[in-house]
């Protein structure tokens, strides 16, 4: 069975930086493309990156690129999604996704930004 | 960035009534070598994350319901419930993945 578990929710300072896991487990992590979505309170998704873990090929939205940097560790079959700087605009749901289209979901992870 | 539009922003219907959604993007997401869509279609019911309805345009996903159908080809698109359950009451959002990936707006379905 698939599964891709998130790390916990967060609370930040504007300013402060970021690191977000998606761990993967049922299936050949480093064969299938896996993505971040954000999910704005009350709005809809936006797509926001996906990598390749076997080659760490990385594709970025427009809206995305260089605000967030995506990456992979296939050692532990865990995928990042992290910010040098957050903004309380960065307040959101984040969702890790298997695949293209994505198939499989993790649960969400809560980033709250408030000073 | 191919941009994909949804219509309607919401709509409400009966039980065991169809609904219809539409999904246009700004340009053709069919690959002339494969002769696929490179279009899909998501639901997600509140507090939850999204799940993957169909693919390919048309393919349904394993587990999915029957009632649900996807159609389209190019640029125009067309998700349907045939016959709605209190359960399908949910947001629907399109999304390509010809290019990177991009998502429409979302569609929100109420029982009427």
Known sequence: EVQLVQSGAELKKPGESLKISCKASGYNFISSWIGWVRQMPGKGLEWMGIIYPRDSDTRYSPSFQGQVTISADKSITTAYLQWSSLAASDTAMYYCARGLPFDSWGQGTLVTVSS | ?112
């Not at chain 2, 799940?51 to 080809?73: C, H, M, N, Q």
């Not at chain 2, 998700?79 to 399908?88: F, K, N, P, R, V």
């Open chain 2, 1 to 112: 960035d191919i941009v994909m539009t949804q219509s309607p922003d919401s709509l409400a219907v009966s039980l065991g009534e169809r609904a219809t959604i539409n999904c246009k993007s700004s340009q053709s997401v069919l690959y002339s070598s494969n002769n696929k869509n490179y279009l899909a279609w998501y639901q997600q019911k509140p507090g939850q994350a999204p799940k993957l309805l169909i693919y390919w345009a048309s393919t349904r996903e394993s587990g999915v319901p029957d009632r649900f159908s996807g159609s389209g080809s190019g640029t125009d698109f067309t998700l349907t419930i045939s016959s709605l359950q209190a359960e399908d009451v949910a947001v629907y959002y399109c999304q390509q993945y010809f290019t990177t990936g991009t998502f429409g707006q979302g569609t929100k379905v109420d029982i009427k």
